[in-house]
């Protein structure tokens, strides 16, 4: 069974980049038809999908946070990461990773246990 595990640090100052890192066990990042999300839960506020990279290389972004995200994998790694620029205080959001079979959003099969990203100076 697939396990996800997310890893980064906590505190980002504002204005700069935030980076997280997916590490996938029990599965591959390149399994057909399995895609690999990110998605962000602000204090008191629903689940975002921010974006997603297929088990082809393929990714797709919510067009509002398009121009500032990026997804990438590391195939050696078994890791897909997050890469979000120009981070505001906007409380402490949880980042989750997911994944999927054969589709992306929030109503993803599996997820990793989340981590909590301040923005701060």
């Known amino acids: 069974q697939v396990q996800l595990q997310e890893s980064g640090p906590g505190l980002v100052k504002p204005s700069q980049m935030l980076s997280l890192t997916c590490t996938v066990s029990?599965?591959?990042?390149?399994?057909?038809?399995?895609?690999w999300s990110w998605i962000r839960q602000p204090p008191g506020k629903g689940l975002e999908w921010m974006g997603a990279i297929a088990y082809d290389g393929g990714t797709y972004y919510t067009p509002s946070l398009k121009s500032r995200t990026s997804i990438s994998w590391d195939t050696s790694k078994n890791q897909f990461s997050l890469q979000l620029t120009s981070v505001t205080p906007e409380g402490t959001p949880v980042y989750y990773c997911?994944?999927?079979?054969?589709?992306?959003?929030?109503?993803?099969?599996?997820w990793g246990q989340g981590t909590q990203v301040t923005v701060s100076s």
């Open positions: 029990g599965g591959s990042v390149g399994d057909s038809y399995y895609t």
């Open positions: 997911a994944s999927a079979w054969g589709r992306v959003g929030v109503q993803s099969d599996v």
